[in-house]
């Protein structure tokens, strides 16, 4: 059974910095591709960011040269480092997994999520 955990969220000020991990049970994590998501209060569910199999990597205009995901195929676990974060970016965070090594916007598995607040 594929599990994902999420750790790292909290509370920070605006323009602050968190650091999202995420660790997956199954030792073939690194044959698929992986994401963060966010949910805020009203507001659906978006793609913050992916990585593939070959760690390409794509990301949501609202965090693009703020927001950096990563993955370490040894440690079965994908980050997301988050810089100058706003009061918007206040969300549950969420780390999901598709079935393919590249991203084809199937994701099949989620964690249970962490909370990012955001103070201004």
């Known amino acids: 059974q594929v599990q994902l955990v999420e750790s790292g969220g909290g509370s920070v000020q605006s323009g602050g910095s968190l650091r999202l991990s995420c660790a997956a049970s199954?030792?073939?994590?690194?044959?698929?591709?992986m994401g963060w998501f966010r949910q805020a209060p009203g507001k659906e569910r978006e793609k913050v960011a992916g990585i593939d199999t070959s760690h390409r990597t794509t990301y949501a205009d609202s965090v693009k040269g703020r927001f950096t995901i990563s993955r370490e195929d040894a440690k079965n676990t994908v980050a997301l480092q988050m810089y100058n974060l706003k009061p918007e970016d206040t969300a549950m965070y969420y780390c999901?997994?598709?079935?393919?090594?590249?991203?084809?916007?199937?994701?099949?598995?989620w964690g249970q999520g962490t909370q990012v607040t955001v103070s201004s």
């Open positions: 999901a997994r598709e079935n393919t090594g590249y991203c084809s916007g199937s994701w099949s598995y």
């Open positions: 199954a030792s073939t994590y690194r044959l698929y591709c």
